[in-house]
């Protein structure tokens, strides 16, 4: 299993890494720089020891340790990226591999790369899953997306959601959770401060509608739009956080009047699933992987970015009237993990001689 940046991903990675070791599965984590959070038992082999915010820099150190030496004895390969499969390309004979599609990186790469370097990812796209096993999207719009653009893996495509842990699911909303009804509403921006996932127009909603005056935006997250965010948001009451681990996210949430997304693209947003879990609404943009809030009652829909002042003054009667809020359990990896395992079992068995 490959992991890089925090984030969403990088989630995804810890959380069916913990169900597997539980289920008394090994694991080995090859990695782009350092984790401290892996759980117990599981193995990290960086592939390079510090982060390299470059994919494409990374896949070369990613490739020079791809060596049958280091894959002998691993029973499968977990990729999170088409691309990072370029680097296993050199190898004729592989392990089974399964790929986890978080939406669709084409647009991601051309706004933040350049058309070039989209074109480059493309190349590499086509030829990874031409050969990996199994690919699974997060949700119904990336599996829809990428199996019209490659109509030869639709037999190859599952749609399994992300998911949270079980333990979010233990630690019920308590009582005195949730925002002081004397005080102006606080909403959370959680995730990569990059250029797609739009955090400017997170800002200018939250703090420039008459509805929210008063209003607050706690900032979470790291990435290279953070300097320009920060003087964007000069003189306003937006406050940068920085990273925060599991523990300090719930309780940011627990207090929260609601998560905002306002992303370009996404594909299951985790962490709308880790605020639902702790009683925190989400508000976000129609098409951005979150539609499933509306259809269950946990929280608004904004049509476009425009909308979002608007969707956030609906969001904040929510909570403070005792809307439940609460993640369901098909998004829990004791729901997830087995489905995955599923897929495990079936790659293993094509490749069978």
């Known amino acids: 299993m490959g992991m890089g940046t925090p984030g969403g991903t990088r989630s995804y990675v810890l959380g069916l890494s913990r169900f597997l070791v539980e289920n008394r599965f090994g694991v080995e984590l090859i990695t782009n720089g350092r984790v401290d959070e892996a759980p117990e038992g599981c193995a990290v082999r960086p592939a390079r020891l510090d982060y390299m915010p470059s994919s494409f820099r990374f896949h070369r150190n990613l490739r020079r340790w791809a060596t049958l030496a280091n894959l002998t004895?691993?029973?499968?390969?977990?990729?999170?990226?088409?691309?990072?499969?370029?680097?296993?390309?050199?190898?004729?004979?592989?392990?089974?591999?399964?790929?986890?599609?978080?939406?669709?990186?084409?647009?991601?790469?051309?706004?933040r790369r350049g058309k070039l370097l989209e074109l480059a990812y493309r190349r590499l796209e086509r030829k990874a899953l031409r050969r990996i096993g199994a690919i699974v999207a997060v949700d119904s719009a990336t599996a829809e997306v990428y199996s019209k653009r490659?109509?030869?893996?639709?037999?190859?495509?599952?749609?399994?959601p992300n998911a949270v842990d079980d333990s979010f699911i233990a630690e019920e909303v308590r009582s005195g959770d949730g925002p002081s009804p004397a005080q102006p509403p606080v909403f959370v921006f959680a995730g990569r401060l990059s250029v797609e996932k739009r955090v400017d127009r997170i800002i200018a909603a939250v703090t420039g509608y008459p509805a929210l005056r008063g209003a607050k935006l706690v900032i979470a997250g790291a990435g290279p739009e953070e300097e320009r965010l920060r003087r964007f948001a000069n003189g306003l009451p937006v406050e940068f956080v920085g990273q925060l681990n599991r523990r300090e996210l719930s309780a940011l949430y627990r207090r929260a009047d609601a998560l905002v997304i306002a992303s370009e693209f996404e594909g299951l947003p985790t962490v709308a699933l880790e605020a639902v879990a702790v009683g925190c609404p989400v508000v976000a943009l129609e098409g951005s992987g979150a539609d499933w809030i509306r259809r269950d009652g946990l929280g608004i829909l904004a049509p476009s970015p425009g909308g979002l002042s608007e969707a956030l003054a609906a969001a904040v009667p929510l909570r403070r009237q005792g809307a439940s809020i609460h993640v369901p359990s098909k998004y829990t990896w004791s729901s997830v993990g087995p489905q995955i395992l599923d897929v495990y079992r079936r790659v293993r068995e094509e490749v069978k001689p």
């Open 73 to 111: 004895g691993v029973d499968l390969i977990h990729f999170q990226r088409p691309d990072d499969f370029a680097a296993f390309l050199h190898l004729n004979k592989l392990p089974p591999t399964v790929c986890t599609l978080h939406g669709d990186p084409w647009s991601g790469v051309r706004r």
């Open 150 to 160: 490659y109509p030869l893996i639709a037999d190859r495509l599952h749609i399994i």
